[in-house]
Structure formats: structure tokens, C-alpha cells
């Protein structure tokens, strides 16, 4: 994270207060159901905020822990770079990335792409793919990973009742892990970590919602129900309200659900963007410093708005977003787009996920959207 990321984090904390709330619920207002993503163990219901990571990481090795790296080092040990990736897909054991497939050792629960590896979830267990390596990691929830960079994380559990637990940090490019102890959370909740960006991590445990520096350590707190973090563009939930807070600008979105920022900041892509007092639009895709907003054109893929659940993936670069397209019925086909800004094309890069080898209903995944 970068010290105007930093000032940003800390002069808008001071004046933007949100109201914990628990992102694994379903809230319905109407016939309106409001759908979020999950970044929490299955077997856990949890409120979701924020812990926000301050400075750098010093390179992890394996079997030993590394701090004390200077301001200088660290964008040389942790780089971080505009990502270039193909729209993805995976179905039990494989993976479909553009015109190639990967086929990894065990089934996909949930799976997330660095610069140089595909870190997944099979189970309680979390595995790292490395150039067709496979390593065992040991035991964890879903793994949380920065798309730009090289760091991956996830919430070991240390008690049978999910309520404490330690932070695991990987380094794909070494695979040396660094364990944070969380602070231990109430019956009925877990610790949990929500975004890692950089050498930054975002959690929430026993202690609120906090920025732990992962150099040193340190904690520091920050908004109560932080969402997503890019480049110094922030956005978090009021209640059921969205806000995207910018520099200079800040956007309320009352009716938006799942979204992601891109990794310049410069879009917020998000379901029910619009609402024109009785229809909901399925995707549409915030200028987060005009505080413009654009339809998505996701009719390409058949069935739109309340046919159909329509979902940002994740970000393929900084002006191209992900969509799945998921048919609420049996008349047409789920599929994945590629959606262009800021001309708000799409076209379709996976016509027929159903029909991908070795489909499961259970068993497909989005890289940054979650699974189903």
C-alpha cells in the first residue's frame, strides 16, 4: 500500500463512518434481494469489515520469517504491476484460462491468480499451483490473493469453533509463509480476512476492523465495513448502501450489490447499479471520479435483468471486467463475458460453461467472484 493510499485511508476514516454490518446475509428490500460476495469459511457465519495493511513485506522465505526491510526494498520485494489476464473459469479439478486449460491435483472449492501462480481451496485445505507444481499448505478458508502482486492469504483456524484463528501470508514467488495471530472473535463468528492488495491485508477480528502492517506487525484501525481497496479509491458498506470514496469525490450507490474495483480505481463494476423505480439493471460499472455510470451491454449473452444473475468476476486489466451471466431457468445457457470500458461492450469468451468438460453444479468457480 502506498503512503497517499495511507493519508487517504486515514483522512477518510476520520470523516466517513459506516455501521458494521454482516456481508454474509441476505438482505431483501421488496422483491429486491441484495447478494454479496462471500470471503468467509462455509461453515462460519460472519460479519465481515475491514483490516487494512500499512507498509511493505520483507520477502518470505521458507521456514523462517523476514522483517526489518526498508522503505527502499519494498517495492523491489514486492512489485506490483497492471495485470494482463485471460477471463477463467474453473470446473472440478480444471482450469479453463483463455484457450488453455489447467488441470490441477485436486477439485477447485475457490481459487485465486497472482502474477506467477493459482492458489486454491480443495476442502479445508489450501494448495498452490507453480509452473504445474503442486504445494500443500496446510489447512485454511478461502484464499484471498492481490491479482497485481505476488501475496496470497488466508485464516488458519486454531479452535474447533471457528472463533480464533491465525492469518497465513504466502509469497508465490518463494513459497515462504508468514502467520499473524488474529484476536479472537464472539460465538457464532470468525476472524476473517477480506482483501490483500500489495503487501496489504484487510481483516477483521476480536479487535474490529484494523490495518496490520505486515512488516512490523503493527495494527491500525480503519473503516468498519470496508469492501474493496485499488490505488486509493475505497469502497464500503453504510448499512446496505455502498460508498466509493475517491480522491476528491464521493459516490453513494443506494441499490448496489456484489462489485469490484478495477486496479487503477478508476471503474467500479457492480450489480443493480441502476434502478429506475421498478427495475433493477443487472451490471453496470461507476467512473469513480465523475461519478459516471454505464450499462453494461450483458444482453449479448440472452437473458438479462431478474432472468438471469449477473455478476462482476474480477478484473482482466484496468478498463476490461469479467461478467457471468447465470440463467435463473432452463432456457438458456450460463456464460462468461469480457466487458470493455468505457465503451461498455461485451462479448462472450465461454458461450457454454455447462458444457465445459467435467461440468458439476457444485463445482464451478469465478477467480474473484467466488463459487458455486
Known amino acids: 500500500m502506498t503512503d497517499q ?9 476520520e470523516t466517513v463512518r459506516f455501521a458494521p454490518v454482516d456481508l454474509s446475509a441476505v438482505t431483501s428490500d421488496g422483491d429486491r434481494t441484495l447478494r454479496r ?21 520483507a520477502q518470505l522465505r521458507p521456514g523462517r520469517e523476514t522483517t526489518g526491510v526498508t522503505p527502499a526494498d519494498r517495492d523491489d520485494l514486492f512489485p506490483t504491476s497492471t495485470r ?12 479453463f484460462e483463455g484457450d488453455r486449460v489447467v488441470r490441477y491435483d485436486h477439485w477447485v472449492d475457490s481459487l485465486v491468480r497472482t502474477l506467477d501462480s493459482h492458489v486454491y481451496r480443495y ?4 494448495y498452490a499451483d507453480v509452473g504445474g507444481t503442486t504445494t500443500d499448505l496446510g489447512p485454511g478458508d478461502d484464499p484471498v490473493g492481490d491479482e497485481d502482486g505476488h501475496l496470497v492469504g488466508w485464516v488458519r483456524a486454531t479452535s474447533d469453533d471457528l472463533t480464533a484463528g491465525d492469518l497465513v501470508v504466502l509469497d508465490t514467488r518463494t513459497l515462504g509463509t508468514r502467520t499473524f495471530p488474529l484476536g479472537t472473535t464472539g460465538p457464532g463468528t470468525a476472524p476473517t480476512l477480506v482483501d490483500l492488495e500489495g503487501a496489504t491485508a484487510y481483516v477483521q477480528d ?3 476492523s484494523l490495518a496490520l502492517d505486515l512488516v512490523t506487525g503493527a495494527t491500525a484501525p480503519t473503516y468498519e465495513d470496508l469492501w474493496d481497496v485499488e490505488n486509493g479509491v475505497v469502497a464500503a458498506f453504510d448499512e446496505v448502501d455502498l460508498t466509493v470514496v475517491a480522491p476528491g469525490r464521493t459516490t453513494r450507490l443506494t441499490w448496489a450489490g456484489n462489485g469490484i474495483l478495477s486496479p487503477d480505481g478508476h471503474y467500479f463494476a457492480t450489480e443493480d447499479l441502476f434502478f429506475d423505480g421498478g427495475r433493477l439493471d443487472p451490471v453496470g460499472v461507476l467512473d469513480t471520479g465523475t461519478g459516471r455510470r454505464a450499462r453494461l451491454d450483458v444482453a449479448v449473452a440472452g437473458p438479462k435483468g431478474e432472468d438471469a444473475l449477473v455478476l462482476p468476476t474480477g478484473w482482466l486489466d484496468d478498463d476490461t471486467v469479467a461478467v457471468a451471466v447465470i440463467p435463473m431457468d432452463d432456457t438458456h445457457t450460463e456464460t462468461l463475458l469480457t466487458c470493455d470500458l468505457p ?3 461485451c462479448q462472450v469468451a465461454v458461450a457454454d460453461v455447462e458444457a465445459l468438460p467435467g461440468r458439476s453444479s457444485m463445482g464451478r468457480t469465478y477467480p474473484g467472484g467466488g463459487h458455486l
Open 206 to 208: 476480536g479487535r474490529g
Open 37 to 57: 460476495r462471500r470471503r468467509v469459511a462455509a461453515t462460519a457465519v460472519v460479519a465481515v469489515a475491514v483490516l487494512a495493511v500499512g507498509l511493505g513485506v
Open 84 to 95: 494482463d489476464l485471460e477471463p477463467m473459469v474453473t470446473v472440478g479439478p480444471r482450469g
Open 5 to 13: 493510499l495511507n493519508a487517504v485511508l486515514r483522512d477518510q476514516a
Open 343 to 345: 465503451a461498455a461492450t
Open 123 to 126: 476442502g479445508d485445505r489450501i
